[in-house]
C-alpha cells in the first residue's frame, strides 16, 4: 500500500514529504474554496491565510506515522524540522502586532 522509498529511516524522507505534502494539500484545499465560493458564494475560511496553516497542519498525519507505527526517527525529524519551518514562516508573515 505505501511505497517503500516512504518506509525509508533517512533524513531527506522525511524532509522532502514534509515539504511537498503542505503544498499538495494546500492545492486540493485551494480547489475546495474556489468551488464552495462558487456554488454557494462562501468561504472555507474567514481569512485567506488561514488555508496555509490548515495546509501545515496535514503534517501531524505522517509525524504520527513515523514516530510511532515506523519507528522512523529520523524521517520523523525530518517532517518535523519541516514543519516547525512553515509554521515559523506563517507567523513572521501574518502576525500582526
Known amino acids: 500500500m505505501i511505497p517503500p522509498l516512504l518506509k525509508k529511516d533517512s533524513f531527506l524522507t522525511g524532509f522532502v514529504l514534509g515539504l ?17 465560493f462558487q456554488l454557494a458564494h462562501v468561504h472555507l475560511t474567514r481569512e485567506q491565510h488561514y488555508l496555509y496553516l490548515l495546509s501545515i497542519a496535514i503534517n501531524l ?10 519507528k522512523a526517527e529520523k ?6 524540522l519541516i514543519t516547525g ?13
Do not use: E, H, N, S
Open 75 to 80: 524521517a520523523g525529524r525530518g517532517l518535523l
Open 61 to 70: 498525519i505522517p509525524v504520527r506515522y513515523y514516530f510511532v507505527t515506523l
Open 85 to 97: 519551518i512553515y509554521i515559523l514562516t506563517y507567523f513572521f508573515m501574518f502576525y500582526k502586532q
Open 20 to 36: 511537498v505534502l503542505p503544498l499538495v494539500f494546500y492545492g486540493i484545499v485551494l480547489l475546495i474554496d474556489v468551488i464552495l
